[in-house]
């Protein structure tokens, strides 16, 4: 069975730094697009970052452009989602997926082009 599991949410301050993990079992990164969401109480999951296995392309979100930073090591089947000047609107619950969004129609942030996903960390920024 194919699993994501993500790590390294928790409670930090306005301004500070996280890193998220997610790794893969019973798949490689190889075979997947993978996407970072989040899904902040009595909001809609949105996408927030995500990376292009064919060229390694990266995509964020405006309201993560230039604090945020996806990145993946095929040698560990990990990827990272590094946040940096995190505010307190950012605290959500992070997701990653793996997936073969349709590019072409611009669906790399819809959730449902996604197939894998992991079970979700915490992060929480106080004001």
């Known amino acids: 069975e194919v699993q994501l599991v993500e790590s390294g949410g928790g409670l930090v301050q306005a301004g500070g730094s996280l890193r998220l993990s997610c790794a893969a079992s019973?798949?490689?990164?190889?075979?997947?697009?993978i996407g970072w969401f989040r899904q902040a109480p009595g909001k809609e999951r949105e996408g927030v970052s995500c990376?292009?296995?064919?060229?390694?392309?990266?995509y964020y979100t405006d309201s993560v452009k230039g604090r945020f930073t996806i990145s993946s090591d095929n040698s560990k089947n990990t990827v990272y989602l590094q946040m940096n000047s995190l505010k307190p609107e950012d605290t959500a619950v992070y997701y990653c997926?793996?997936?073969?969004?349709?590019?072409?129609?611009?669906?790399?942030?819809?959730?449902?082009?996604?197939?894998?996903w992991g079970r979700g960390t915490q992060v929480t920024v106080s004001s």
């Open positions: 997926a793996a997936g073969h969004p349709a590019w072409a129609l611009e669906l790399e942030f819809a959730p449902y082009e996604y197939d894998h």
């Open positions: 019973k798949f490689t990164f190889d075979d997947y697009d």
């Open positions: 990376i292009r296995r064919s060229d390694g392309s990266t």
